[in-house]
């Protein structure tokens, strides 16, 4: 069966595909050479250490942040010069890091924000019912202003928001960061159950042991390289990423 699986993924087609992606910040030079791919359903972890560059590398696939050198393919166009809210409306969205939402806006009003770019009235009021039933916590605040949410209703929030957009590929920034390890559990559930509702996620972590329990594949990322890649099973057993990641 497993073999089986394999080779239907690897006849799945690519979403993204990023070649010899080159960033930098003046002089710094934050993503070096980076190359990877992430297949239609699939669920694509990057992990690294602070400062590693995943940041850096979702800014960029958004288009929030310049590449000197390189070239990002989304369903097969060009995208690398693309304007980020054109990749937004072609199917790109961002849970950028850090629970960015917007205070002084509803709940209601935060995740109409999210689908600023789609114009299907039927469609969006249906995506928010959806949204409403992933996350009943919001539909019980859904007039309560942002700023008054708890750390995880607004992780919440800025994941509902992204999923407004009705992303073909769904990036996430660090997503556990600053949670209580509980609310951690059910954010990581939340990405599990849409991965297998069939969305495409491209996840950056720290937090890579729990990253590489839900995801199918993994790219490993020291100060701007990709050092290592791998099925989520190869990576969580390899001795290397053992010891510097997952605690010896
Ligand atoms: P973290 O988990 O802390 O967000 P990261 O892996 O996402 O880390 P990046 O935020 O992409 O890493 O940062 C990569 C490198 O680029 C770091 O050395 C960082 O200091 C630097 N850097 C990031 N943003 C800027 C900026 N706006 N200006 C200058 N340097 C930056």
């Known amino acids: 069966i497993r073999r089986l699986l394999r080779l239907t993924s690897e006849r799945r087609k690519k979403i993204l595909q990023v070649d010899n992606l080159d960033v930098f910040y003046d002089q710094l030079q934050a993503v070096k050479n980076v190359s990877f791919e992430v297949k239609k359903g699939e669920l694509v972890t990057i992990i690294g250490a602070n400062g590693a560059g995943k940041t850096t590398i979702l800014r960029t696939l958004m288009g929030l942040q310049k590449c000197a050198r390189g070239s990002i393919k989304f369903m ?3 995208i690398t010069l693309t304007l980020p809210f054109v990749r937004a409306r072609i199917g790109i969205s961002i849970v950028p890091e850090g629970r960015r939402i917007f205070p002084d806006l509803t709940v209601e009003q935060n995740l109409m ?4 770019t789609r114009v299907d009235r039927n469609g969006i009021a249906n995506d928010l019912k959806k949204i409403f039933q992933l996350f009943p916590v919001l539909k019980e605040r859904r007039k309560q202003v942002g700023k008054t949410l708890s750390g995880g209703e607004q992780q ?3 994941i509902g928001r992204a999923l407004m957009a009705k992303p073909k590929l769904l990036l996430m920034d660090e997503v556990s960061m600053g949670l209580m390890p509980i ?3 059910e954010t990581f559930k939340v990405i599990k159950d849409l991965h297998q509702q069939g969305l495409t996620i491209l996840l950056v972590e720290q937090n890579a042991r729990k ?7 993994g790219y490993v990322i020291e100060t701007g390289k990709i050092v290592l890649s791998g099925t989520a099973e190869a990576l969580l057993s390899n001795p290397a990423v053992k010891k510097a990641y997952l605690g010896g």
């Open 156 to 158: 919440m929030l800025t």
């Open 113 to 116: 924000m999210g689908a600023y």
């Open 183 to 185: 609310i951690v559990e």
């Open 211 to 217: 990253a590489l329990s839900i995801a199918d594949r």
């Open 76 to 78: 097969d166009q060009e």
